[in-house]
């Protein structure tokens, strides 16, 4: 029995293959078991493509199908063209093949499918064995080369794929020196194929099933606490879920084991951060926590962390102290602005140890203008995360943070998946009020970060070394160091400001909205005051407030720190690393370019680690007097992980060491939940 597949005059020529190309590709159709039939496709003058070839595949009723679709494989289509023509397990196997040879790819290669049920995905899993078993690769040398012949295909050449089940390649004629590169480059893509093959055959991880195109954009939470929803996937699918949202993939970790296997051990892969059109949207492009891992990232970096490294933060802790005092006297004087005096006393310590500023009251005018103290709660995942700006029209702010609110999962999908949407009127329905609001907070920022570095770099020109902000140690450190060199020394002096502007942003909405929730926690648990209490008489005294020396002895105190890191997370989600490398967890695909969101929130609350997890309780963390080392640290999760880790974890925990122990420590204030209408107390 004789199959010709004769493509319909009507049927257009694949749009992926050259004119050019040779067509001398056939086609084995395998009909039952035993019996071959072949068809040369080159009598039609119309080389197939491998996407036709799978169509003809798909088409035809056979139980077996063997196609090997040749010599339109070089120089025919570039494999990133047929991207989106191609099913996807399919086109991963040619994003991998790329990336690990790093060469331009243009092949389509020989495949085989015994079509049970006649699916995409069984051809993908033979095509990746038959790479390895074919030596497709020499085969595509030797064409484009022609130092080998190929040889047509006839049922009786003993060496064609024809006649047998195992279709070895054809025979070819070799010329000179050739073989020895031929044979190597073999080898070589030989091995890649067989790593390829290893991967292809793990599974992805389990996840909600997908739908066509828009994947899993459904499952994606658009509620505003999206680590619940996250956690509720979790509970159905386990520890490691994979979702795909409208072609971005996405790995969700629940686990403390995993995440720190993936995001620490191996942060040499798991260290980049996706692009989002977010990022510029909202001003945050000098943010080197947004930034993709590579140079750039790392030279700020390194020069934030020449600041703020364990060696080097207690330079600040007389600035942290005397704010934390400044916020007493206020708290006694006005003890129903709580929150906001809190806001009030992490922002003017990071103005102060950043910039130099001094602001001394809560309505505060500078010469440069009126300036007002303004508080806003900004976008935070906790939904309690507050930002301060220090700024000149409220009204602007006001609408910046609106703006920022806004920014749900869903937004961040939408903008990413359809960058075009930025560039969109802002009266379009539905997103333009979005827009203009972003884009206001963007224009404030820049302003912010480029007035603030110029009157503190001015400020410092004319100072002298008593001033020991981030800015005026910056800058000294460049005069030493930077070279000559104008360009190299603008680079080092634009690193400087952005470096100076994360310093200050990062540093106040993490901090006082973790104090927040201390403060909340303590309202719902006077015993934890009381016992606090009675360890800060015990080592401190009456006669003075604590400082930086007692907190080695002040067991409880951090223990407190500790149990306000777990129970309140200011970043619940952290910030999701990208994949830069295909790899495997516990048997699993991780496909390169997956955002990796770590489930802090949900390991903080899991009561396998932490009983009664919604109780605030710091004894979790003590043993014998002591702090257990052997409990699960909420500070090896709540400030990240791998080589994304905060950096500013040791200037932050300093801050809320101290502002703790002294609130405790001052038996005038007791904090007690909000009462309502009716004067009972309300319990958040
Ligand atoms: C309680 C306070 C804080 C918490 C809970 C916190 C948490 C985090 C988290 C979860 C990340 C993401 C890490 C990752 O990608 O895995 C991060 C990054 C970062 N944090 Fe903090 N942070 C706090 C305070 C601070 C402070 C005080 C500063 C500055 C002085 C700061 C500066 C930064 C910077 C610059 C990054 C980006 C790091 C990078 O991408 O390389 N943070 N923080």
Redo the contacts with the bound molecule.
Sequence with gaps: MRYGIHRPASEKKSKYVHEKTPADCMLMLRWGDSRLQQCDAKADKAPLSIMDACTIMHQHPYDEVKVTARAMCMNTIPWQNSRHSMPTPMYRAYDQVHRVTSAPLYVHRVTSAPLVGRTYSRLQVEFSTRLVRLHAPLWLIASQSNTVTPVRPSRSDPTCALNSDTDDMPSVEYHGCTIACIISFTSFLCLIFAKLHSRAEKPLPPGPRRSPLIGNLFNAPRARKPWVAFRHLMQTYGDIVYLEVLGRRMLLLGNPSDILEF?DKRSSIT?D?AYSPLISLAGQAY?????PYGQW?RR??RM?WQQ?HPGVVSRYWPIQKSRTHDFLVKLLEQPTSCQKLIRYCFSTT?LK?VYNVDIDDVQDTRPSGKYTFVNYPVISQAGGGCTTLWSDPLGIIEEIFVGLREVTISVQFILESFPFVQHLPTWTPGIGKFLKQISRSRITNEHLIAREFNEARARAEINDAEDPSVVTLMLHRLAQTTSSDGDARDEEEVIAKD?AG??ME???D??F??AEGFFVAMSLHPEVQQKARAELDLIVGPHRLPDFSDRDSLVYINAIVKES?RWH???PL????NTTEDTELHGYHIPASTAVV?N?WACMHDPRFYPEPERFNPDRFIRDGQLDRGALDPSDF????????????H???A??FIAIASVLLLHVFEIVPPLDEDGRPVNT
Excluded: D, Q
Excluded at 574 to 577: A, E, K, R
Excluded at 638 to 649: E, K, L, N, V
């Design positions: 995001l260290s951060r943010n080197f926590g947004f930034m990232w700020h970096r934030f703020f990071a140890v470096v994360v310093a990062a540093s106040t993490t901090t909205s973790t890191l997370n200011v970043l952290g910030i999701s690393h770590p802090i709540a400030f990240g992980f791998g080589r994304r880790i905060c950096p500013g974890r200037f932050a925990e801050g809320l």
